[in-house]
Nanobody, 123 residues
Framework: HVQLVESGGGLVQAGGSLQLSCAPTYSGYHMAWFRQAPGMQREGVAV???????KYADSVKGRFTISHDNTETTVFLQMDGLKPEDTAMYFCAASPPHLRPQLAPMRPGDFRYWGQGTQVTVS
């Protein structure tokens, strides 16, 4: 059973940066970050497939970067140029190797395992 734990959220001023982490992850898994603001649906932010291909939501393209460490045990979301509209709870999600998620749109239902979330607030 995969149990994901996110960290790195916090309060930051507009234009600032944060790096979110998600661990443990496993080699071959497809990973993603989603976010959910109050009263809104959960939306895909970035996906990192097992072949290292990536997909970003248009709203974060050029500002956010998804990556993993060399051992593939931690996935990161580097967030630069943060805006107030990026304020949300951010969730890490994982899908096993044999279940390749759809990239467009990113669908929460494609991911089997989820973390509890970490809050990001941009003032």
């Amino acid at each position: 059973h995969v149990q994901l734990v996110e960290s790195g959220g916090g309060l930051v001023q507009a234009g600032g940066s944060l790096q979110l982490s998600c661990a443990p992850t496993y080699s071959g898994y497809h990973m993603a970050w989603f976010r959910q603001a109050p009263g809104m649906q959960r939306e895909g932010v970035a996906v990192l497939l097992s072949d290292d291909s990536t997909k970003y939501a248009d709203s974060v393209k050029g500002r956010f970067t998804i990556s993993h460490d060399n051992t593939e045990t931690t996935v990161f979301l580097q967030m630069d140029g943060l805006k107030p509209e990026d304020t949300a709870m951010y969730f890490c999600a994982a899908s096993p190797p044999h279940l390749r998620p759809q990239l467009a749109p990113m669908r929460p239902g494609d991911f089997r395992y989820w973390g509890q979330g970490t809050q990001v607030t941009v003032s």
